[in-house]
Every structure is written in C-alpha cells, then in structure tokens.
C-alpha cells in the first residue's frame, strides 16, 4: 500500500477532485506536483502551449515535461476541517496514472507520514493521536 490523499485541483473554473499519491522520494525545492496527461485534458494544460519544460530524472532515466509555473490552487480534501491551500506547479508526465506530490507539498501542507506501507498519515497539528488512513487510488 502507499499513503494517498484527497486533493482538489482549481484551474479558474475547473475543479478536479481526485487522489494523490504523498511521494517522499519526489524531492524539490518548489511545489511541484505531477499529473497525468488524462487530467492536463481536463486542466487545459494539454497539449502544451507556450510553456516551459523541466527535464525530470525519473526511475526510467530522463524525461523532458512541460512545466506551468504556478498555475494550480491544490487543495488538501479534509473531511473534518477546512481543507489545506497551496499554490503549486505543475509537471505533465505522460508515464504517469495519478497525482504525485512532492515532499516540498506534503511538508506545505503539513502532512506527516506515520506508517507508509498501512497508509497511515497525520496532519502536523492534528490531536495527539489522530491517525488518518490512504485515500483510495485513482488512475487517469
């Protein structure tokens, strides 16, 4: 199992709920997130337009994706309390099926990873002993 989470992603007008995978090893130094192609469709982030390209060092070598800089309100899905804002970039990945976050996001968001494997994770300034469980997979 992994450790996912609920997020809403806001273009405008568009809003997109869906799941996301908290991915410790997508180390950055902004908040980058990765979403599918599937989902850049329904963002108008795809095909790219006038945008610039990260070059990606992914577990299959090199990649390079197109990059919007700032474009992306992600909202952390909360059912108990007012959910969590940041403003992200965003990395189109043709090789992936879900939303990844890097660390940089998870940390903005204060999300706090209790036991990866069960999916067990918390927010940073949640009650002593609230444990919260992995949102289900999405794929697009």
């Known amino acids: 199992m992994a450790c996912r989470v609920r997020v809403r992603l806001v273009k405008g007008d568009e809003a997109i709920e869906t799941s996301a995978l908290v991915n410790s090893g997508f180390?950055?130094?902004a908040p980058d997130i990765v979403i599918p192609v599937e989902l850049a469709k329904r963002l108008s982030l795809w095909p790219p337009q006038e945008?610039?390209?990260a070059l990606l060092d992914t577990g299959g070598g090199e990649l390079?994706?197109?990059y919007y800089e700032s474009s992306i309100e992600l909202e952390l899905v909360?059912?108990?309390r007012e959910p969590r804002r940041v403003l992200v970039n965003v990395i189109v990945n043709p090789h992936v099926h879900e939303v990844l976050?890097?660390?940089f996001v998870a940390s903005a968001l204060g999300i706090a990873l209790l036991d990866i494997k069960r999916g067990l994770w918390r927010l940073v300034d949640d009650p002593q002993g609230?444990?919260?469980e992995t949102a289900k997979l999405e794929e697009w």
Request: charged share 35%; glycine share 6%; aromatic share 6%.
């Open 27 to 29: 180390e950055t130094d």
């Open 64 to 66: 390079s994706a197109p």
């Open 101 to 103: 976050l890097s660390d």
């Open 130 to 132: 609230k444990v919260r």
């Open 51 to 53: 945008t610039a390209f």
């Open 78 to 80: 909360l059912g108990d």
